[in-house]
């Protein structure tokens, strides 16, 4: 069967490997594989080609993907990105069958997603924080390093995702990419409300070191209407001083 299907592709070209690709008359792996190394014998890179074939079959995209997977599994980073980089909205399924396939770290396929597709880098980030939940501080700290623009959105993604985890999150986030303090504060506040403390307190604490952005941070608090008194108990738990936030305080009076 194998070397009548490679007959196939050698002579007949992508039209009539599709065909086979949706055959239900024969082992669909094997059609891939065969599918893969035909393309691979063109001369193609094998980036090249799984862009090709997803992108001419999208309804055969987890199939082709997981096929690669496991028959190069040492080049897992350029089959994600040309997966991704051919279907973006295949990027959650990339990143599941990548996890699944154990090739390796979560946050080596967190990283190449989002280094692939980074706007969908919120996809990414829910779909390896389901999967794998104990690496949730990888995730985090790889994807805010990969995406800081970003950071925002991923941390109030996340947190959503696992609200129990707050101050973790903000933690691990603003030890990465300390300047976006303030817009973390801002999408959590709106978010959260109810957690005003722990963003704030948490944010407060991780900006010790840079008076600036501390600053900034009360004001992102202030902005998002919380009182003086609430923004001087959780800055002053934070370890803020009083001085900083009668700075904020006055300056807004």
């Known amino acids: ?23 239900a008359n024969v082992n669909n792996d094997e059609v891939t594989a065969d599918f893969i190394e035909y393309q691979l014998a063109q001369n193609m890179s094998l980036g090249k080609a799984i862009k090709s074939i997803i992108s001419h079959y999208p309804q055969q995209s987890r199939q082709i993907v997981q096929t690669a997977l496991e028959m190069y599994p040492d080049k897992y980073r350029e089959i994600i990105h040309s997966a991704i980089s ?9 990143v599941e069958i990548a996890l699944a396939a154990g090739i390796t770290s979560c946050e080596n396929i967190v990283e190449t997603a989002i280094k692939a597709e980074p706007s969908y880098v919120d ?5 390896a924080a389901q999967s794998e939940p104990e690496e949730l501080d990888q995730i985090v700290r790889v994807a805010v390093v990969a995406a800081p623009d970003s950071a925002d959105e991923i941390v109030r993604s996340v947190t959503q995702a696992h609200p129990n985890k707050i101050v973790q999150i903000i933690t691990t986030a603003m030890q990465e990419v300390p300047f976006v303090g303030e817009y973390i504060v801002d999408a959590l506040l709106a978010t959260f409300p109810g957690e005003a403390e722990a963003v704030v307190t948490t944010a407060v604490r991780e900006s010790n070191e840079q008076p600036a952005q501390l600053i900034k941070i009360l004001e992102a608090a202030q902005a998002a209407g919380l ?7 959780y800055a002053l738990e934070g370890g803020a ?12 009076e």
Request: proline share 2%; charged share 20%; aromatic share 2%.
């Open 1 to 23: 069967m194998k070397k009548l299907l490679s007959t196939l592709l050698i002579t007949s070209g992508l039209s009539c490997s599709a065909l086979a690709l949706e055959s």
């Open 86 to 94: 051919a279907q973006p909205t295949l990027t959650e399924d990339v």
């Open 123 to 127: 996809f990414v980030v829910n779909v």
């Open 227 to 233: 009182s003086d008194d609430e923004i001087t108990r």
């Open 241 to 252: 001083t009083e001085a900083q936030v009668n700075k904020v305080l006055v300056k807004n």
